[in-house]
């Protein structure tokens, strides 16, 4: 028990003083926490550009302007005249869409024709175009309903009446989960999770790295028991993330997001996540002994992750071969854990499929580890025979 408390000592040591451990560690989960709170701290876009050309200007259509206008999701840019090139005006102001009022808007609309209003949706962000064109549409159909039962009433129908004909039943849309739509409650989650399990692959891939370079490393390397050494490396990484999870619970705090409905659950599954994590890393960095290839490769297996996990984009729609390839990075079924625990305010038992993914990869990661660390002290004691005989 000495020796092993003298061996953690000397692994916090190392990476104590391992700047670059530490800026991974410390600094990055900060700055990264600190710019996504800020970046969507708003958590839903507002007045957002809309661009309306009014050819009519007449009472009903500076009516549906000002409707326009008050929705709060959008900013109206009022013209009297089409511009030259529609295009090109849209990406000068930055607008997500372009309504345009037709001339005699008002007089067909009282001869019971039925006037075209068009509408041009800039898609080049589809966040930005979902939110303003489903804000116009909201509008555009508020007023045609009124205008619908105004004349209805014009021609001798009670207003009971005509709102009935106009709307034979009654459609209510009841939201469940993250009711105010607020788009921070959706990323803050996921976004610090990718930050978390970028950062424990940079740390575990340079720690292994540099240590399998030092002397005193290689020569406590063939002395030590494989698992205690596994232990020993894993500790002050398994550490600081905690302490980087608890940063993050508290600037979520700060930035208004809701925190998970069962903590027991909540916590379990982030040291699972953080535990699976290590293990890949350790696996890779063994696998790979240079810092270097080491990172590269758990980029190239971390970076893509959230993009593929399901998060944002539903599993259904991908290839198989992608959601096989998904299914061995811990972020996946940890993204999905988060979404029913923090987003939907799901039940712990809803989390229980999940859970045990993240213990089947801990299990098969630590194994392959092991395996590796038994066979490289096998190559280190062979390469060192004809050193001593030589001597």
Request: avoid cysteine.
């Amino acid at each position: 028990m000495k020796n092993f408390n003298k061996l953690v000592k000397r692994e916090f040591k190392v990476f104590l003083s391992n700047t670059t451990l530490l800026s991974v560690f410390i600094l990055a989960p900060l700055i990264y926490a600190i710019f996504i709170g800020f970046t969507y701290r708003q958590g839903k876009v507002v007045d957002i550009p809309v661009i309306v050309v009014d050819y009519d200007h007449t009472p009903a259509s500076t009516q549906l302007t000002e409707m326009l206008n008050d929705n709060k999701t959008i900013k109206v840019l009022q013209y009297s005249v089409k511009p030259a090139n529609i295009k090109d005006e849209i990406i000068r102001r930055n607008a997500a869409a372009l309504v345009v009022i037709p001339e005699r808007f008002e007089a067909m609309m009282l001869q019971g024709k039925y006037p075209e209003v068009n509408t041009y949706v800039n898609t080049s962000n589809l966040l930005t175009a979902n939110f303003a064109s489903k804000s116009i549409q909201t509008v555009l159909g508020t007023y045609s309903a009124g205008a619908e039962m105004k004349g209805l009433q014009k021609r001798g129908m009670s207003a009971e009446a005509a709102r009935i004909k106009y709307e034979p039943f009654k459609a209510n849309y009841i939201t469940l989960f993250n009711t105010t739509g607020n788009y921070l409650v959706f990323m803050w989650p996921a976004i610090m999770a990718v930050v978390l399990q970028q950062v424990i692959m940079l740390a575990m891939a340079v720690s292994f790295a540099e240590d399998f370079k030092r002397k005193d490393f290689l020569e406590m390397f063939g002395k030590e028991n494989k698992l205690k050494l596994m232990l020993i490396k894993i500790i002050p990484v398994f550490l600081f993330s905690n302490l980087n999870v608890l940063m993050f619970y508290f600037f979520g705090l700060g930035f208004r997001v809701p925190g998970p409905v069962n903590w027991g659950m909540f916590l379990l599954n982030s040291e699972l996540f953080i535990l699976a994590s290590i293990f890949l890393a350790v696996f890779m960095s063994i696998l790979i002994p240079n810092a270097l290839k080491a990172t590269q490769v758990l980029m190239v297996i971390a970076s893509p992750a959230f993009i593929m996990s399901g998060f944002t984009w539903p599993a259904i729609a991908m290839p198989s071969f992608i959601n096989a390839f998904t299914s061995i990075v811990p972020l996946t079924p940890y993204l999905n854990i988060l979404k029913i625990s923090l987003v939907e305010r799901g039940g712990g038992y809803l989390t229980k499929p999940f859970t045990i993914h993240l213990l089947v990869l801990i299990v098969v990661f630590f194994i392959l580890s092991w395996l590796l660390l038994v066979i490289k002290k096998k190559k280190i004691a062979a390469q060192k025979e004809p050193e001593l005989a030589a001597d």
